[in-house]
Structure formats: structure tokens, C-alpha cells
Nanobody
Framework: QVQLVESGGGLVQPGGSLRLSCAAS????????MYWYRQAPGKERELVAT???????NYADSVKGRFTISRDNAKNTVYLQMNSLKPEDTAVYYC???????????????WGQGTQVTVSS
């Protein structure tokens, strides 16, 4: 059974930094693209950053130049370094990944439980 577990959220002042981690565990044959999403109260979930299995990255315009997504394939972990945080970055952050549990199975969509990030003075 595959699980994604996020960590690293918390309360930070505007202009501060946080680093989120998301570790995949369980039966894993391969991991494709990995993603960070966020959902603020009363808003739809939005895609924040993407990293492919080859390391190519893409970002939402609202976080470009401030957030950096990276991955450690040996640890089955994806990270989101968030700098110059703003109050509007406040949200629950979720990781998402396309994972094949075995060589016989196509990639499936897995989600973490979410971690709260609050940017406030």
C-alpha cells in the first residue's frame, strides 16, 4: 500500500521561509511526475509546482521566483522550498504523485493528507 506523508508546514511571518517534504512509502516500483497543490479556505485547489521524473520543473505564476520544487529519487521524496512567503500563500499544501506499485501496474494517482501553511504576523 502506497502512502504519501507531508511534513514541514507551520506558522511563519511574511517574508519568511518554509520547506515542505513529502515522502512516499510502501510498495513502489516507480514514481513519475510529482506535484505540490494548495487549497486556501473557500478556494479551489490549485497546482503550485510540478517536477517530472527527469527533473524538469514548472511553477504557477504566483510562486515563480519564490518557490523551488526538487526531488530525491533515492528517498522517494519531493520537497517544496518556499521563500519570501506572503499572507496569500496561506493554505493547506498537498503533494501528489503518479506511482506504479509494481512493474505490472500502470501509474496511479496518490495524494498526501495535507500540511497547513499559515503566513501571518
Amino acid at each position: 500500500q502506497v502512502q504519501l506523508v507531508e511534513s514541514g508546514g507551520g506558522l511563519v511571518q511574511p517574508g519568511g521561509s518554509l520547506r515542505l517534504s513529502c515522502a512516499a512509502s510502501g510498495s513502489i516500483f516507480s514514481i513519475g511526475a510529482m506535484y505540490w497543490y494548495r487549497q486556501a479556505p473557500g478556494k479551489e485547489r490549485e497546482l503550485v509546482a510540478t517536477i517530472t521524473s527527469g527533473g524538469s520543473t514548472n511553477y504557477a505564476d504566483s510562486v515563480k521566483g519564490r518557490f523551488t520544487i526538487s526531488r530525491d529519487n533515492a528517498k522517494n521524496t519531493v520537497y517544496l522550498q518556499m521563500n519570501s512567503l506572503k499572507p496569500e500563500d496561506t493554505a493547506v499544501y498537498y503533494c501528489n504523485a503518479l506511482i506504479s506499485p509494481t512493474v505490472w501496474e500502470k501509474p496511479d494517482d496518490y495524494w498526501g493528507q495535507g500540511t497547513q501553511v499559515t503566513v501571518s504576523s
